[in-house]
């Protein structure tokens, strides 16, 4: 034991105080190797500089409201917006490549976030987007992505790792970014989809054989990058996808570690469906200066593009509307149905198997293979019915849904957003039917204002719902707990329950 205090004792103390001192310089010399970044690529059409603030204002309040703002900080005042880009042309008539991909899958105009985000990425300002599920920003971030890794004054192939990464909360969102990265093939840039669950091995050759852009869930990434199989130095254009998300799922310790690996001076994009403090926070720690775009307001809001329906009904007579409803689809209909259990999930499809109904289910349990071939499925109309949790509420991107069945109503108004979100999507109107017993009445009156911002219609009886709620939380503070696990108020001497 005296020996080994002795080995302490002579050990060199570390001098905090200087590392924290000299912290910049031994940052500098971390980065001072790596080449030269270029980050401004756009060329601003005559048609695009010619059009007049007034003209640019009606353009913005008629596509959905879209609003811009500068986020510099620091002196001097708030720097030029550039205007949107109306067509394709607009944007990329200098990127031949990527005009002919886009006419090649047939996209007729740029939707309203894709229109202001565009000209901001291209000009190399690192940028916010906040809109709504289904509404274009995987395009809005990965056609600026590759004309910036194609524009570096370094070659991709004279470069020691990728040159894009894009972060993603699920393995569903990061398959989905991969499908349309693929899509575009853009100079036969190499993409790889890392997340877990997948094929770790087979990732690990894909990473080492060479590759251009990485989409990657923040735990897998985070894996490959302690165990050094990664090089992340290279990457100059960066994307935090759904960064909402990503904090919810608790996944910011991991980011923090890897950009600690990614050069400072890169480029970086985030979007979001939400601006809670978490992401303002995260925005303020990893982006530099950003300019934003958003769509709509940065309240929560559901998809205008949705008719919203909200039913009322039992615990013991969810099963019965939900058949109803499907024995009455259309042939042409597609349903995504949202449960709250992975138990009720199996429970649900096995159901509909044995009435002989084709369907599949998503959710955390099942094998990768079996969740990719689910996907699949639904996304190719092998099966129409969709059974899923919400592992499949977010990054679920198929373009032909026409019905969201909430058989469960989700455990926060941000989760129902993001599930009616999954239809009525690229212009494509949808609808949604939501279940709600008594056992919901605590939230109530957060679906209120949704279904008034989205214009649709609030029942009645959801309006009672909210206020006897609120009424049950006040005698409830002021006389305790009175028994009924809260799920509603029954009278004295009635056997039915009421909202």
């Given amino acids: 034991r005296q020996e080994r205090l002795h080995l302490v004792s002579c050990s ?26 270029k980050k401004d690529f756009y060329f601003e059409s005559e048609i695009v500089a010619s ?101 570096q004054p370094v070659k991709r192939d004279k470069q020691d790792g990728p040159g894009m990464l894009v972060l993603t909360p699920t393995r569903e969102l990061a398959l989905q970014i991969e499908s349309e990265c693929n899509k575009y093939s853009y100079k036969g840039f190499k993409c790889v989809c890392v997340y877990g669950g997948g094929d770790r091995r087979a990732q690990i050759k894909a990473i080492s054989a060479g590759v251009d852009i990485v989409i990657a869930t923040p735990g897998r990434l985070n894996d490959l990058q302690m165990n050094e199989l990664i090089n992340l130095r290279s990457i100059t254009y960066l994307v935090l996808d759904e960064a909402d998300r990503m904090l919810d799922m608790g996944f910011e310790p991991q980011i923090m570690k890897i950009l600690l690996d990614v050069r400072p001076d890169r480029q970086t994009m985030m979007t ?44 013991e007579e969810k099963k019965a509307y939900l058949f109803n409803f499907v024995h009455n689809m259309e042939p042409e209909d597609k349903v995504l149905i949202f449960v709250g259990k992975k138990i009720m999930c199996d429970d649900l499809s096995s159901d509909m198997c044995l009435r002989g109904l084709a369907v599949q289910s998503l959710h955390g349990d099942r094998e990768q293979c079996d969740r990719e071939e689910a996907l699949k499925d639904f996304k190719e109309s092998v099966v129409r019915i969709l059974v899923a949790t919400d592992l499949a509420s977010r990054g679920l991107d198929v373009r032909d849904v026409t019905h969201v069945f909430n058989f469960d109503f989700p455990r926060n108004i941000e989760e129902y957003v993001h599930r009616v979100g999954r239809t009525g999507r690229a212009g494509r109107s949808g609808a949604s039917i939501t279940l709600v017993t008594r056992g ?44 009924g696990g809260g799920r509603g108020v029954r009278d004295r001497g009635e056997s039915n329950w009421r909202f």
Wanted: aromatic share 10%; charged share 25%.
């Fill in 12 to 37: 060199p103390a570390i001098d905090w105080v200087s590392m924290r001192a000299n912290r910049h310089k031994y940052e500098e010399m971390k980065w001072q190797d790596l080449p030269l970044l």
């Fill in 51 to 151: 059009r007049c603030e007034e003209e640019v204002k009606a353009w913005r309040k008629a596509n959905n409201d879209i609003f811009v703002d500068d986020l510099k900080e620091g002196e001097g005042g708030k720097r030029p917006f550039p205007n949107p880009v109306v067509t394709f042309d607009e944007a990329f008539l200098h990127y031949p490549g990527i005009m002919e991909n886009i006419v090649r899958v047939g996209f007729a105009k740029p939707t309203p976030i894709q229109s202001q985000a565009w000209p901001m990425s291209l000009k190399g300002d690192d940028l916010i987007a906040i809109a709504q599920t289904g509404t274009g920003k995987t395009l809005a971030y990965l056609l600026p992505g590759f004309i910036h890794m194609d524009g």
């Fill in 272 to 315: 979001s469906a939400t601006w809670p403090t978490g992401v303002r926070r995260l925005a303020k720690t990893y982006l530099k200066n950003p300019m934003m775009v958003y769509v709509g307001t940065l309240d929560l809001a559901a998809v205008n593009t949705v008719q919203q329906t909200v039913l009322f009904c039992q615990d």
């Fill in 440 to 483: 919901d009445w605590r939230k109530a009156a957060d679906l209120i204002p949704i279904l008034e911002r989205a214009g649709q219609e609030v029942p009645d009886e959801l309006v009672l719902m909210a206020e006897r709620y609120e009424k049950h939380k006040r005698e409830k503070e002021m006389y305790g707990p009175r028994g």
